[in-house]
Every structure is written in structure tokens, then in C-alpha cells.
């Protein structure tokens, strides 16, 4: 294990479960590749506007929105207007059960952290409405050191997900269709393997199509072609490493899976309007979206 590769950047801890990361348009846009990860992610748009794909539905989110992605749901986001400004909060829903068994445990939230029932992706304009406040409250507690503050932070949470169940937004869980499993094991794959040579023919043999096939199978259900998304895909990757290690250019490169140091460089200013050094010394401490 590189010690340079040693994480720099504090996360979230067992005391501490939750992270908020504010994502905002400084140059380029926001662009998060279609992944999943374990945790619950909401999303609060303060801003602009933000294109959303959550399990292959196409979403539009404004000012006030709020979205709910759950455990395992493949995601992406991009923005649509250099304005665009949201805060997600991302947490592992066990955090939220107690220890003892009760109804509040057994009935509302254990389906929860089994995945056997979900929460509506995209709130109701009164729902979004009425949750603004909790998530106002529970940032800003987030933010300060109050004595309790965590405690607030919980109780916010939980007050939330009894909206949910009083409005009618959890729902019960099918089984995953086998066309979603076979999504989310693509989009796995592709992360984990994101340094190395990556094509279609490999990812056709990996997954039995023909590399002809695959594009097309690619394309339709993760709205951009594979090799646009390969390279969002390692330059979100490029992004971790710059801020969450002190790992080199040329180390930086290489895990993200750029052929060289100065094509990554080159890329790296294209989409984001500066240089992976510029952009580690702008943001070195700023607390960015991260993927599971």
C-alpha cells in the first residue's frame, strides 16, 4: 500500500456517520457518472438547475427540489446552468435504527436498511417543501459545534422519514428486475477497473455481447456513450486522488487510468477549466461528491 496514496481528507466516522457535500459549478459543470453505493444519498438543489438519471428514468430538479436516492440505485447527476448549486447528504441507514426493538424499528425502519421497501426518488413539490426546513436545521447543525448537535442531526432524520410514511412515499420493494442487476454490475465494473485499458470488446467478452452490441445496450440505458462515460468515470476517480491523497500527477494519472501525466493535464483543464494542480489548491479541504 503507497503511503502516498494514504487518504488526507476527513470523512465521515462511526460517531459521526453522516457527510454533506456541496456541489457547485466553479468551472467546467458538475458531471458524476452513473454509479450506486450502499448509502442513502439526498439531494437538496439550492440553484440552477441539475439533470438527474436515477435507474434509468431522466429527472429535471430546480430550486427547492429534493431527490432520494436509495441503497443500490444507479445514479448520475450533471448540471444544466452554471448556477447550479445542491447540498447531498449521505449517510448508511443502519446509523438511524436503535438497538432495542420497538414498532418505529420493526415496521418503518428495518425494511429500510434491508431494501425491502424505498422511498419515492423524486419528492412532491409540498413534501420537498415541507422537508426545506429539516435539511436547513440539520446543515446548519452539521456546520456548528453545539453541545447535542448530533443528536439534532439524528432526530432531523428521523422526523423526515416519518414525513415520508405520513405522506405515502415508501412504498414496498419488488425484487430487482434481472435487467438492473446486470446494470449495476457494469457500472461496478467499470469503476473498479477504471485505471486499466478499458474497451468495448473487453467489456462485451466480460458481459457476453458483441462489442457492437454492448455500445448500443451502453448507450441506452446510461444516456451517453461509453467512452464519455469511461472518462467522466476517471476523471471523478482524478478528482478523489487530487483532494484525498498527495499522490503525484504522474500517480494520479496512472490510477485514474490516463495513458500519461500531460494528457491527463490536457483533459483534466478541458472539461474543468484548470489544471489538476489548480484544482487541488482551490479545493484542497472542500468537502466534494464521492462515490461508493
Not at 456541496?22 to 458524476?32: F, L, T, Y
Not at 427547492?64 to 450533471?78: A, C, K, S, T, V
Not at 426545506?132 to 439534532?152: A, M, R
Not at 468495448?200 to 466480460?206: P, S
Request: charged residues 25%; hydrophobic residues 35%; proline residues 3%.
Amino acid at each position: 500500500m503507497k503511503k502516498e496514496l494514504q487518504e488526507t481528507r476527513k470523512q465521515g466516522t462511526p460517531m459521526h456517520p453522516l457527510k454533506i457535500h456541496k456541489m457547485q459549478v466553479i468551472n467546467g459543470k458538475i458531471d458524476v457518472p452513473y454509479h450506486w453505493q450502499e448509502d442513502v444519498e439526498i439531494l437538496w438543489i439550492q440553484r440552477g438547475q441539475l439533470s438527474l438519471m436515477i435507474k434509468e428514468r431522466l429527472y429535471t430538479g430546480e430550486q427547492g427540489d429534493i431527490f432520494y436516492i436509495n441503497p443500490r440505485e444507479l445514479h448520475g447527476m450533471q448540471s444544466m446552468t452554471q448556477d447550479c448549486l445542491y447540498l447531498a447528504f449521505v449517510f448508511p441507514f443502519p446509523w438511524l435504527q436503535f438497538e432495542q426493538a420497538d414498532e418505529v424499528s420493526e415496521k418503518y425502519l428495518k425494511p429500510l436498511a434491508k431494501q425491502s421497501a424505498y422511498v419515492i426518488n423524486c419528492l412532491p413539490h409540498k413534501a420537498a417543501k415541507d422537508a426545506v426546513s429539516v435539511f436547513q436545521e440539520i446543515n446548519s447543525l452539521y456546520e456548528g459545534s453545539i453541545e447535542g448537535g448530533w443528536l439534532g442531526i439524528k432526530a432531523g432524520l428521523l422526523f423526515f422519514y416519518y414525513s415520508l410514511y405520513k405522506d405515502g412515499l415508501v412504498s414496498r420493494r419488488q425484487e430487482d428486475s434481472v435487467q438492473m442487476d446486470r446494470l449495476l454490475e457494469v457500472s461496478k465494473y467499470i469503476q473498479e477497473h477504471c485505471s486499466e485499458s478499458l474497451t468495448l470488446h473487453r467489456l462485451g467478452k466480460e458481459f457476453h455481447m458483441s462489442p457492437k452490441y454492448f455500445s448500443v445496450y451502453f448507450q441506452k440505458h446510461f444516456a451517453r456513450n461509453f467512452s464519455d462515460y469511461l472518462m467522466a468515470v476517471r476523471l471523478e476517480n482524478a478528482k478523489k486522488l487530487l483532494l484525498e491523497t498527495e499522490a503525484s500527477m504522474e500517480l494520479v494519472a496512472q490510477q485514474s487510468g490516463f495513458s500519461s501525466s500531460s494528457y491527463f493535464i490536457r483533459i483534466f483543464r478541458e472539461t474543468l477549466g484548470m489544471t489538476p494542480g489548480q484544482y487541488r489548491k482551490e479545493f484542497l479541504g472542500v468537502t466534494i461528491h464521492s462515490q461508493s
